[in-house]
């Protein structure tokens, strides 16, 4: 798409992100569809990087205490001509800026990274903490791992994909750097599956959350798409549930290509 596209959908409202980057054919791009009785709740965040796109979801709605940052990704492979790796470096800067700015995040999309099951948290030494007296907050910055079992989430990811490629190598360590942690295999629907999320042959869309939202996650899951509405990616939805003026609020966030 580009800025001059209109996308009706009823009862929805399009923000449209188009790709900055010059092209032969259109392609590309980002985008959401928010419901239009959110509307008034929901503002699109600037971003400097193509490969990520945000939403904000005020806390005049929700109740909580912040905000809440919704991400939408995309980013080339790395043989595609559209990838840039200062646009990655711009990306990563978003995310870090994000994290150290927000504590309810939430980013979802097609990263083309294949990460199998490596670990995407850090541990600290005990021994460490204990000499240096770290408090709690210290310890959860350093130790990603009590974090998981704070919130009683199941620590290893499992993966039907094995592989490994250098940018799931680098969403690993944007993971570990900025306390975000994989849904993928380890929560909702998809806990112990880890399923394919392309085409049936691997998996390279994620969601990743903030510690935090674990308190207002309800459910994740992965679902196959008929070929009609995608190219070969599967639906990711992720669920939070939160309380709000004694009812209980439920929203979605679904992304897929």
Not at 49 to 72: P, R, T, V
Not at 92 to 115: H, K, M, P, V, W
Not at 164 to 175: T, V
Request: proline fraction near 2%; charge should be negative.
């Amino acid at each position: 798409m580009d800025k001059y596209d209109v996308i009706s959908c009823p009862g929805y409202e399009f923000f449209n992100v188009p790709r900055k980057q010059s092209y032969i054919r259109k392609s590309g791009g980002l985008g959401f569809l928010v419901r239009q009785n959110l509307i008034k709740f929901v503002e699109l965040v600037d971003t400097h990087s193509e490969y990520i796109a945000w939403i904000k979801i005020s806390k005049q709605f929700h109740g909580l205490d912040k905000d809440i940052l919704i991400g939408n990704v995309y980013i080339p492979p790395q043989d595609s001509r559209f990838f840039n790796d200062d646009e990655f470096e711009f990306f990563e800067q978003e995310i870090a800026s994000a994290c150290s700015r927000d504590d309810y995040i939430c980013i979802l999309g097609d990263f083309n990274a294949q990460t199998g099951e490596l670990a995407d948290f850090t541990s600290a030494d005990n021994f460490l903490a204990e000499y240096f007296h770290f408090d709690e907050g210290t310890v959860e910055f350093f130790d990603q791992k009590c974090v998981l079992e704070k919130y009683q989430v199941q620590i290893n990811r499992i993966s039907m994909d094995k592989k490994k490629n250098n940018s799931g190598f680098r969403l690993i360590d944007i993971s570990k750097n900025n306390n975000l942690f994989i849904l993928n295999g380890r929560y909702g629907q998809d806990k112990n599956i880890g399923a394919m999320t392309f085409r049936r042959t691997s998996v390279i869309d994620y969601a990743l959350i903030s510690a935090k939202t674990f308190e207002i996650v309800h459910d994740f899951k992965i679902t196959d798409v008929d070929r009609l509405f995608s190219d070969g990616h599967s639906l990711l939805t992720v669920e939070i549930q939160i309380q709000n003026n004694r009812r209980e609020v439920h929203a979605q966030s679904t992304t897929s290509r």
